[in-house]
């Protein structure tokens, strides 16, 4: 090509670089290592989603575009499930079908922010969260949680809340913490949303995975959040199809006129064969996540003796599939630098700890156990056949 000169490029991206998690898996193909650092399951999904799929693919209808804001089956579907498990009561006219809850995220924070308003963020949060307030020009207003337990002080998140804020964004099980907000923490939220009329996105992608009694809560089902909160979930980390990227908001009826005019023009619908095929996934019986719990509870097992056995530090997770490890006491101190030891030199992939942080985490590295247990007991044997202590 030939270069010519361009005007000023953009600097709506600067704030943020490309996705870290991403990056590690990129470089566990690299070095063929055990991928612990995407969340992204090494396992099928329930036989009933992959043939409801294939009867989807056979209707012509399905190939083209479905309703913007959801297939109507897909949509009723929600709107039961929400009932069910959620303690939510809304109706298919207040769900909007996304590509994923991460577009969900951005759609919702662009619909209902402008330019120069203030989103809470709580720390450590999911790496899409920071990027989703730079593409709508909002300032972020980070809250940390108390640590080594990851919990939650609405005292804290008050005093954040300044004229400017707009939202808050909650997310329980929460990624990369593993943390379940309790009740009460939960109650502290809704006061301070009511207090200040603010709105609460949350993102629930990891609702059925919870280990210990610690039932999450949804934060749309207490009372008073009825009317000032979208809850985002999915299909694809419940039934490991991540990449079918179907995801859900609900929220009441004026929040949703102003989410799905977003979502239009984001992507314009979700795909319309894997939506028709998440009725099924919908329809499953409760013994389904009742072994999907068990299933994740074993995992979760086999990676905390593995990481306790190699010396890292970790609060056990109470939900979702990761753990936020602590290397400091094996002598690192550049999170950098230890995933980099442990992918080259041990085999294991991990994500490092500071992408979840505003300046934090510099000992710390997240793994995942979405993965068969034959996968974990292989990372497992990695690490124990190495010492991870740091040299110098």
């Known amino acids: 090509m030939t270069a010519r000169r361009l005007r000023r490029l953009s600097r709506r991206t600067r704030p943020f670089q490309e996705s870290v998690i991403r990056e590690m898996t990129r470089l566990g193909a690299e070095v063929g290592g055990v991928n612990l650092a995407q969340g992204l399951p090494d396992f099928e999904p329930p036989p009933e989603l992959v043939e409801a799929l294939e009867r989807a693919l056979e209707s012509e209808e399905n190939h083209q575009y479905s309703y913007t804001w959801g297939a109507p089956e897909l949509r009723a579907a929600v709107a039961a499930k929400s009932a069910r498990f959620n303690n939510i009561r809304t109706s298919s006219d207040e769900v909007t079908i996304t590509c994923g809850v991460s577009e969900g ?44 337990g990851y919990r939650l002080d609405p005292d804290r998140l008050e005093r954040a809340v300044t004229p400017r804020t707009r939202l808050v964004i909650v997310n329980t099980p929460g990624n990369p913490s593993g943390r379940v907000f309790s009740r009460e923490e939960l109650e502290g939220v809704a006061r301070v949303c009511a207090r200040h009329g603010l709105v609460a996105v949350t993102d629930e992608i990891y609702e059925h995975m919870w280990y210990d009694g610690r039932r999450p809560v949804s934060l749309g089902s207490l009372p008073g959040m009825e009317d000032r909160t979208v809850t985002l979930s999915g299909l694809g980390k419940t039934y490991a199809v991540t990449g079918w990227r179907v995801g859900w908001a609900i929220a009441a009826a004026p929040l949703t006129a102003l989410v799905r005019k977003v979502h239009d ?10 939506q028709m095929a998440g009725v099924a996934a ?97 990372a497992a044997r990695r690490l124990a056949g190495r010492s991870l202590r740091a040299k110098g």
């Open 105 to 148: 995220v951005v759609a919702a924070v662009l619909a209902l922010t402008e330019p120069g308003d203030e989103v809470v963020v709580f720390e450590p949060w999911y790496e899409n969260y920071v990027p989703a307030c730079a593409l709508a020009g909002v300032v972020p207003r980070y809250v940390p949680l108390s640590e080594p």
């Open 265 to 274: 023009y984001l992507t314009i619908c979700a795909p319309t064969p894997f």
């Open 282 to 378: 919908l329809a499953l019986p409760d013994a389904y996540y009742e072994r999907l719990r068990a299933t994740y509870a074993a995992r979760r097992t086999i990676l905390l003796e593995a990481l306790s056995g190699a010396g890292l530090l970790f609060a056990p997770p109470e939900g979702a599939y990761y753990v936020m490890a602590d290397a400091r006491e094996l002598g690192w101190k550049d999170d950098w630098d230890f995933v980099e030891f442990l992918a080259r030199k041990v085999g294991v992939v991990a994500v490092p700890g500071s992408s979840f942080y505003r300046r934090g985490g510099r000992t710390r590295a997240r793994f995942n156990f979405a993965k068969k247990e034959e996968t974990l007991r292989e």
